[in-house]
Each structure stands twice: as C-alpha cells, then as structure tokens.
C-alpha cells in the first residue's frame, strides 16, 4: 500500500469516526434534525423550539424575587443559560451587558438562568460584572430541561410574541454576532 493511499484511508477513517461519535452523542438529545457536510469540521443542530413558542420560565431570581417569562411578553427576549464557573460565560456577560443597554430602546431584555451552580459565587459574579437583569436560579434543573439545555453558555433569541427564533449553543464571540442574531427579534 502507498503512503498516499494510506492517508486516505487514515483521513477517511478519522472522517468516519468524528461522525460516529457525533451521532452517538446526539441520539439521545432531543433537539431537532441534524445537518453533516462532508468535510465540514462543523456539526449543526436543529432545534424543535426554534419557531414555537419559549417554553415556561418561572422561578426566583438571585435577588428573592420571582419572575415569570410570560410577563416579558410584547418585548425581543434573550435567555441566556450561564454558571460562575463557566470561563466562556465571563467572557460573553460583557457582550450581553453591552447589547441589553444598546438595544433598551428597542426594548431588549436580557434574562438569565443559572445552570448547575449555586447561588453564593453566581450572585459574586453577578456582581463583579455588575448584570443588571434577572437571573432565575435553577437548582433542579427543571427549567433548562425543557429549553434542552446542553451545557453553558446556551443563549435563546425570543420575539416580541414569545416565539423562539433562535439559539447559540455556546459563547457569543462579539457584538457583530449577536447583533446579526439580536436582527431577527428587534424587529
């Protein structure tokens, strides 16, 4: 066997094998269809909630306070699904932070849930990076199971109706990004 041969078969293997464990990993998640380009080093998945209604939200803020979705109803709504100890989620607070006071007018309104953290360092970091907007704790994790939280950061764009339009799985990198995802719900 030549070597170039056996490079196509060790990058077809590899190919093979990045996609087996992928499918492995999302057969149990219910999170919509699945889309694999050949060579692509990106795997994009669907979601059922994206163009339904946001599923229920209800709970007590860091603060004490209690809070339900369903009052932000008539206003552009980004949930973000976040944890103190998450290093991408420190990094996005100043994005969200930034885009909640440009877009006021507009009436964005950010809201948070605390996903596998306690209570004690989430208000620190609430803060330290001084979120002005609630964040609902969540220690049974019965809100981020319907909204098929995966892991934080995982972001969820809200329109004026309360229909989900879409979803970052993971960290908003800058605000060109978020304001092109922010587009669909402003309006």
């Not at 094998?17 to 919509?32: F, H, I």
């Not at 050949?38 to 603060?63: E, F, M, N, R, W």
């Not at 803060?127 to 609630?134: F, H, V």
Request: hydrophobic share 50%; aromatic share 6%; proline share 7%.
């Amino acid at each position: 066997m030549t070597s170039r041969s056996t490079h196509h078969l060790l990058r077809l293997a590899t190919r093979l094998a990045v996609v087996a464990v992928a499918s492995s990993m999302l057969a149990g998640c219910a999170t919509g269809g699945v889309a694999i380009t050949p060579g692509a080093s990106v795997i994009q998945i669907g979601s059922p909630l994206i163009g339904k209604p946001a599923p229920s939200l209800a709970g007590t803020t860091l603060d004490g306070a209690p809070f339900d979705l369903a009052s932000l109803r008539g206003s552009p709504v980004l949930v973000n699904f976040w944890a103190s100890w998450c290093g991408p989620c420190r990094d996005e607070f100043p994005l969200l932070a930034a885009a909640e006071k440009r877009h006021a007018t507009e009436g964005l309104q950010v809201v948070g849930v605390l996903f596998k953290d306690d209570a004690a360092p989430a208000r620190a970091f609430v803060a330290d990076e001084k979120a002005d907007w609630p964040t609902v704790a969540d220690p049974g994790r019965t809100i981020a199971q319907p909204w098929a939280v995966l892991a934080p950061p995982q972001t969820y764009f809200i329109d004026r109706g309360g229909i989900v339009r879409d979803l970052q799985i993971g960290q908003v990198r800058d605000a060109a990004e978020l304001d092109a995802i922010l587009a669909a719900i402003l309006k």
